[in-house]
C-alpha cells in the first residue's frame, strides 16, 4: 500500500515512511491510495474471528511488507488487550465503551498501535527521534503511555494551560523519563498550529527527527476502524447501526467510515459536535469556515479547524452530496449536554462523560426523526476523566478507580511556554 499526500505534491510513501513523517512534506495529509475491501464472507461470518484477528484483518493491507507478519500480531494484540463492550442504554441505544484502556480514552488504541509501530521502525536508528503532539487533553496522556521508556523515541507534548482537566493534566505531566509536557499560554488550535509549524521548519528538520502522533499520523488513524468491527460482532439487532460520534479533529469518525467503505456493514454516521460547529454548519450550506475554537464542557472536542476533515472530503471523492447520504451532523449546546447528561444517569442509571453525552443526543435527535433504526453512539471517555465537570451536573461524587487515585496525588510537572513558534523552536534547539 502507498499513500499519497492530499496536496498531491510530495511524492507516495509507504506505510514505515507516512508513519515517521506524520505528515506529508507539502503539508498535506497522507492518505490511503484505495480502500481494502474486506470479503463479504468475512462479514458475515465476523462471530467467527476473535478481536486479534479481525484488527489483524483489517490492518494488514494497509501495512503491506514494512512489519513482519508475527510483529504485526504482536502489535496489534498489544494495542487492543483491553475491552471493547456495546453495551444497552435503553431500547434503541447502545453504547460502545472505549475507556477500558490504560489512560481511560480511545486515545489508547491509536497510540498504542502507533508508539509500538514508530519503535519498531527506529529499532536500529543511530539518532533519537522526538515525537511532538498537540493535545486537547486525551491525546497527551495515551502518547504519554504508549510510549514511555521506549528507547530511541523522546515525546513533546503541548497542551493548553487551563484546559484541560485534572486527570488529564495529571496523565501528561506526570509520567517524567522519556516524555516532557510543554504547558503552552493558549488554547489547542494555538498549539496544534505550533506544532505544524516545526514540521514546516526545514532548518530545524535537518537538526532534529521529527515525527508527529497527532491523529493525521496514519499510524494513529488506520487502528481506530477496530472498534467500528467490534461493535458490528456485538449487534444483534436486525436493522444495521446508526453510528453517532464524538467529534472535534475528525480522526475519529473519519476511521469509521473508512471501515464503512471497506466493508463494514452501517446505516449511517452522525459526527457529533459541541458549540465548535463548523462541520454541522458545512453539511447545512456546504460552505466550510474554520473558526478559533470555543472552549466547552466536552474539551477533547474544541477544536474550530478539524484537522482530519480533508480526509473525510477525500474518502467521498470531494463530492458534498454522496458525503451528506452517510454523514449527517449536530452540534450540541453545553447546557443540553448537562441536562442529558444528568437525565441519562437518573432514568437509565447510566454514567456519560460529557463527549459520550454529546454523541448520545445526536443520536438521540437524528433516532427521533428516524424512529424505525437503532443506534451506537461512541463513548470516548470515562467520565472518572472528568470529574470536575460530571460531579456537579449529577451532584454525586463518581467513583475513582484505584489507578486514578493515585494519579491525583502525584505532582506535575510543566514547563511553561508562549503560543509562539520560536517560543517552542528555541526549546527544541536548547533542550
Ligand atoms: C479526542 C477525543 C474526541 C474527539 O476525537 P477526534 O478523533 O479528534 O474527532 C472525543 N472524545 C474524547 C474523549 C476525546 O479524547
Given at each position: 500500500?502507498?499513500?499519497?499526500?492530499?496536496?498531491?505534491?510530495?511524492?507516495?510513501?509507504?506505510?514505515?515512511?507516512?508513519?515517521?513523517?506524520?505528515?506529508?512534506?507539502?503539508?498535506?495529509?497522507?492518505?490511503?491510495?484505495?480502500?481494502?475491501?474486506?470479503?463479504?464472507?468475512?462479514?458475515?461470518?465476523?462471530?467467527?474471528?476473535?478481536?486479534?484477528?479481525?484488527?489483524?484483518?483489517?490492518?494488514?493491507?494497509?501495512?503491506?511488507?514494512?512489519?513482519?507478519?508475527?510483529?504485526?500480531?504482536?502489535?496489534?494484540?498489544?494495542?487492543?488487550?483491553?475491552?471493547?463492550?456495546?453495551?444497552?442504554?435503553?431500547?434503541?441505544?447502545?453504547?460502545?465503551?472505549?475507556?477500558?484502556?490504560?489512560?481511560?480514552?480511545?486515545?489508547?488504541?491509536?497510540?498504542?498501535?502507533?508508539?509500538?509501530?514508530?519503535?519498531?521502525?527506529?529499532?536500529?536508528?543511530?539518532?533519537?527521534?522526538?515525537?511532538?503532539?498537540?493535545?486537547?487533553?486525551?491525546?497527551?496522556?495515551?502518547?504519554?503511555?504508549?510510549?514511555?521508556?521506549?528507547?530511541?523515541?523522546?515525546?513533546?507534548?503541548?497542551?493548553?494551560?487551563?484546559?484541560?482537566?485534572?486527570?488529564?493534566?495529571?496523565?501528561?505531566?506526570?509520567?517524567?523519563?522519556?516524555?516532557?509536557?510543554?504547558?503552552?499560554?493558549?488554547t489547542f488550535d494555538e498549539c496544534q498550529l505550533m506544532v505544524k509549524q516545526a514540521f514546516a521548519d526545514e532548518g530545524l528538520n535537518k537538526k532534529i527527527l521529527?515525527?508527529?502522533?497527532?491523529?493525521?499520523?496514519?499510524?494513529?488513524?488506520?487502528?481506530?476502524?477496530?472498534?467500528?468491527?467490534?461493535?458490528?460482532?456485538?449487534?444483534?439487532?436486525?436493522?444495521?447501526?446508526?453510528?453517532?460520534?464524538?467529534?472535534?479533529?475528525?480522526?475519529?469518525?473519519?476511521?469509521?467510515?473508512?471501515?464503512?467503505?471497506?466493508?463494514?456493514?452501517?446505516?449511517?454516521?452522525?459526527?457529533?459536535?459541541?458549540?465548535?460547529?463548523?462541520?454541522p454548519e458545512y453539511l447545512k450550506t456546504e460552505n466550510y469556515l474554520p473558526k478559533p475554537s470555543i472552549t466547552t464542557l466536552s474539551n477533547a472536542m474544541d477544536v474550530g479547524s478539524p484537522s482530519n476533515f480533508v480526509r473525510i472530503l477525500e474518502l467521498f471523492d470531494q463530492k458534498f452530496n454522496s458525503l451528506r447520504n452517510i454523514m449527517s451532523s449536530y452540534s450540541i449546546s453545553d447546557e443540553e449536554t448537562k441536562i442529558v447528561l444528568k437525565e441519562v444517569f437518573l432514568n437509565k442509571k447510566y454514567l456519560l462523560d460529557p463527549h459520550g453525552a454529546v454523541a448520545y443526543l445526536a443520536l438521540k435527535k437524528y433516532l427521533q426523526d428516524n424512529p424505525l433504526h437503532k443506534g451506537i453512539f461512541l463513548e470516548t471517555a470515562h467520565p472518572v476523566k472528568f470529574y470536575d465537570v460530571v460531579e456537579p451536573i449529577i451532584q454525586q461524587t463518581v467513583p475513582m478507580p484505584g489507578e486514578i487515585n493515585d494519579l491525583i496525588k502525584m505532582k506535575k510537572h510543566s514547563i511553561k511556554i508562549e503560543a509562539k513558534y520560536d517560543a517552542l523552536k528555541d526549546y527544541l534547539l536548547t533542550k
Open positions: 500500500m502507498l499513500y499519497y499526500s492530499t496536496n498531491h505534491i510530495s511524492p507516495k510513501v509507504n506505510f514505515k515512511e507516512a508513519t515517521v513523517k506524520g505528515q506529508a512534506p507539502d503539508k498535506g495529509l497522507y492518505f490511503p491510495e484505495s480502500i481494502p475491501q474486506l470479503s463479504e464472507d468475512f462479514i458475515r461470518n465476523i462471530d467467527k474471528y476473535s478481536k486479534e484477528e479481525i484488527a489483524f484483518m483489517v490492518i494488514q493491507p494497509y501495512i503491506g511488507d514494512v512489519i513482519h507478519k508475527n510483529e504485526l500480531e504482536r502489535i496489534v494484540s498489544e494495542t487492543i488487550n483491553f475491552e471493547f463492550p456495546l453495551v444497552n442504554v435503553e431500547d434503541n441505544i447502545f453504547s460502545l465503551e472505549l475507556f477500558h484502556g490504560p489512560t481511560l480514552a480511545f486515545k489508547d488504541v491509536g497510540a498504542r498501535f502507533m508508539s509500538r509501530c514508530l519503535s519498531y521502525f527506529v529499532k536500529n536508528n543511530d539518532k533519537n527521534i522526538t515525537v511532538l503532539v498537540a493535545t486537547s487533553g486525551d491525546t497527551g496522556g495515551a502518547v504519554a503511555n504508549g510510549f514511555y521508556d521506549v528507547d530511541g523515541v523522546d515525546v513533546i507534548i503541548l497542551y493548553p494551560s487551563g484546559k484541560v482537566s485534572t486527570v488529564q493534566e495529571l496523565q501528561l505531566t506526570t509520567p517524567g523519563k522519556n516524555i516532557t509536557a510543554l504547558e503552552i499560554d493558549g521529527l515525527s508527529s502522533a497527532n491523529s493525521i499520523n496514519i499510524a494513529r488513524w488506520l487502528p481506530q476502524q477496530f472498534y467500528y468491527f467490534f461493535a458490528y460482532q456485538q449487534w444483534k439487532e436486525k436493522n444495521l447501526p446508526v453510528i453517532s460520534v464524538p467529534s472535534g479533529n475528525f480522526g475519529n469518525i473519519c476511521a469509521g467510515i473508512l471501515a464503512h467503505l471497506s466493508g463494514l456493514p452501517a446505516q449511517h454516521f452522525i459526527a457529533a459536535c459541541n458549540a465548535n460547529n463548523v462541520v
